[in-house]
């Protein structure tokens, strides 16, 4: 009986040796991971994390519908050019940003990479913290809406659903 439990602790011990100091095979990085980690550092931002992808097509009426739009909101992009298009979103983990500095924030920033046809088209950025946190993204740097728009909230929806609304003609490329 003391002879089988020593081999169990033993082979224990080995397996958790291995794991913690075998060598091991490095992580591959995914083309989306090397750009979204380029794009970041280009920013001046340091690269923490890819915390995944998502695709959709862009759609004239989700312009005037949240989320997308307080998302095409802060980017400096007319969106019109992509409607009927798949745009993919990269989100990583950054420091060095502006938000870090967020109450309550983890010191990190989430940052969205959108990009068309394998070109970036704009992203947003929002605070990582320890709660949930609701409400409109920042700009790639840090701004809200109205720092970029100069306009309080009810004078840049007026002027967004002239400009986006559904029954306004589209732009020829």
Known sequence: M????????????????????????PVQQTEAE?????????LGYTFVSYEGT???TLEKKMLTEL???????????????YIGKQIDV??????????DDYPESLGKTSLALYFCQ???????SFPATSEALFGSPYSLDGKTLEELSGEDFQTWRTNWEQRYGTEQPMPTP
């Open 90 to 99: 990269h989100k990583i983990m950054v420091t060095g940003h502006p938000l």
């Open 118 to 124: 394998g070109r970036f088209v704009g992203g947003t």
């Open 54 to 56: 998502f695709s959709y």
């Open 2 to 25: 003391k002879r089988s439990k020593l081999w169990i602790a033993l082979a224990l011990f080995i397996v958790c040796f291995s794991l913690l100091f075998w060598p091991r095979e």
């Open 34 to 42: 090397r750009l979204s980690a380029e794009y970041a550092a280009s």
């Open 67 to 81: 989320p997308d739009m307080a998302v095409w909101s802060v980017m400096q992009v007319d969106p019109l050019l």
